[in-house]
């Protein structure tokens, strides 16, 4: 069952009313199930434990920094996959253990690589071979080793957004085929360098397995490879990407249903058991780096109609929740499901479901059928505990959201809303 669901009309958060909770914190509030995180982490955890492969599961920290959430994951044994100095940091301070640390990103600085060093990390992942060679050299600068996994490009449509597209020529990620096997061999000679792995992360939001398919042969191929030149490939870094709903997540008769391109979504289990037997015969340990599928589903985001104005040509929802709150549509033409907070049988009408921010990008939702909403109506904007708050911004000056955290038949706020002051710091 999930954590949020309809009962007499109204959405529930485990066992809180969300209306209840909106009235109490303010909107907008993203509100998060900690029981709905925990039952995702174990779907994909429990098949590794039961495989019996030697393994990490490493928490894409980007799709939601909470340390409350960070640390939710920390005690159940969760790694962390960082992308900054700061992801460090925040992963350092919130229980993550150093030898389940990766590092992954194109652009490390200089700082962040000694940072990193410093910390003993067990990874970094490297996308050049200008990166692998000063990684090398400030390794050596600090008398340590440094263990690298090597990631590559292997030129697979993920069939995704082409923004979160990782694994193609044409994207900025990884290294190509053509020169993948020279930074292995350049790799190899550098001291202060320890090649542990082979990395690949091909995109996010996938939501059908043949990409995968296809990167495991190309990562099968490439490991005979390297191997045959002496490399000794201990670890395979399969990164995240693993899709889920966005639309229909909440059915009910006063819920218009979506058409959805997407016909069939693997369950979490579905998406870990296939990875577990396309990974298993290479005998590695085994990475991968989840994100947006430990969370996503486990959080909400609360909004409220300001008002409605009628246009020439459309009508306009105009709520107080905006791109600075949530940026996946305006940045993805993201699809989030919109689900009044009480439903009621007023008929249903096409509109944007707009937020007030100065832009014309600014939307929650274009030509969206839905309930008939009035001013002061409160919604909840599904599926929003991935890259909602982490990418959030104070753009127009506005505030970041509140958030709460509920746990049965507890709940409590795990960040402030920002206030004024926070904003010439
Ligand atoms: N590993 C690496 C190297 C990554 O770059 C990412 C995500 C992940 C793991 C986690 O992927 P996930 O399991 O969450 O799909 N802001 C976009 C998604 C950007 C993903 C960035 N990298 C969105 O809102 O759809």
Redesign the pocket.
Known sequence: MNHFYIKDNRLYAENFLVEDLAKEFGTPLYIYSKNQILKNYREINQPLVNSKLDFINCY?I??NSNPEILKLLAEEGAGA?I?SGGELYLAHKFGYLRNKITF??VGKTDEEIEYALKENIFNF?VESMQEVKVISEIAHKLGVIARVSI?VNPDIDAKT?P??T?GMKENK?GIDSKDIIEVFKTALKMPNIDVIGI?S?I????TDVDPYIEAVKYLGDLIKKVEAMGVNIRYLNF?????VRYKNVLTHRYIPFEEDEIKEYASLGDHIESVIKLLSVYNKKLVI??????V?NAGILAGKVLFIKQGEVKKFVITDTGMNDL??PC??Q?YHQLVPLNLKDTGTETVDIVGPVCETSDFLAAKRCIQRLERGDRFAVMTTG??GYS?SSNYNARLRPAEVLVDGDKYRLIREREKVEELHY
């Open positions: 894409a980007k799709a996959e992308a992954t990103g992942t990631r957004h923004y979160i990782t990620f990395h992360h995109g996010s939001q996938i990164g995240g990407g693993f899709g780096e989840p994100g947006r599928s430990l996503a940026m996946r940045l993805y993201a991935a890259y990418l």
